[in-house]
């Protein structure tokens, strides 16, 4: 009986996930980037929060804006970040692929823009909320040996 129900459910979890990744949709998401698993020459310690918000222009694709602070370590300090970016669900059960872009300003001068790309997963832990991690990575404009960074991110999802 466990068997059958186990195949029930893996058989309708891409469905339910599908629903969720319609034209017309709401995205909201809130999480922590960094958390010093991310890698460039001029940080020590990393930590970032990050916000997002977007729409389901078509089916399986999203476009966002988003907003985060930084804490980068090493000779700046602070940095906040505005960008905006789209992804696209390559499977209905969640996994995808994004790009993005972002202006960075931190503190003593600090301004950078930096395109990106990422890859990750939407678990959903119930029907509209999602635990997403993903890995990263941002090519910086201004200096790409010490500011460029490849990272992880956790981030927790709403899809309205």
């Known amino acids: 009986m466990k068997k059958i129900l186990v195949i ?4 309708v979890l891409p469905l ?21 698993l ?21 089916d399986n694709i999203l476009i ?9 370590g090493g000779a700046k300090s602070d940095a906040i970040e505005l960008g905006a970016g789209g992804r696209y669900y ?4 969640g996994i995808f692929l994004g ?3 972002k202006y960075m ?4 001068g600090y301004n950078d823009v930096m395109p990106g790309v990422e890859v990750g997963y939407a678990f959903f832990i119930s029907r509209t909320v999602t635990i997403e991690p993903s890995v990263y990575y941002q090519q910086s404009f201004k200096d790409h040996s010490e500011f460029s960074k490849i990272g992880l991110r956790v981030g927790f999802g709403i899809y309205l």
């Open 38 to 58: 991310s890698y460039s020459g001029q940080e020590e310690l990393s930590l970032g929060l990050q916000g997002q918000g977007g729409y389901f222009m078509a």
């Open 90 to 93: 390559i499977l209905q059960n």
């Open 64 to 72: 966002y804006g988003q907003a985060g602070w930084n804490h980068l």
């Open 16 to 36: 339910v996930a599908h629903a969720q990744f319609e034209q017309g949709k709401i995205y909201a998401s809130a999480g922590l980037t960094s958390l010093n």
């Open 8 to 11: 029930i459910a893996v058989a």
């Open 105 to 108: 300003h931190g503190n003593g």
């Open 99 to 101: 790009a993005n872009v």
